[in-house]
């Protein structure tokens, strides 16, 4: 029972998105798809969107 909790897990943890080896955001399961936060400036003008797809 404890083992289906941790698979859970896993699949909610978040994608970081990196480009040239440094990190702009991640990407974390939300509703139908996945949601994009922001965590550098060149990154902020896409910060909120939803994607169906990874």
Same mark, same amino acid.
């Given at each position: 029972?404890? +083992?289906?909790?941790?698979?859970? %897990? @896993? &699949?909610? @943890?978040?994608i970081v998105i990196e480009v040239a080896g +440094?990190?702009? !955001? ?11 936060? &922001?965590?550098?400036?060149? %990154?902020? %003008?896409?910060? !909120? ?6």
């Amino acid at each position: 029972m404890q +083992e289906n909790s941790l698979d859970r %897990a @896993k &699949a909610h @943890k978040p994608i970081v998105i990196e480009v040239a080896g +440094e990190p702009l !955001g991640v990407v974390v399961p939300h509703e139908a798809g996945y949601r994009f936060l &922001a965590v550098r400036l060149p %990154a902020f %003008a896409i910060d !909120g969107q939803h994607f169906r797809n990874r």
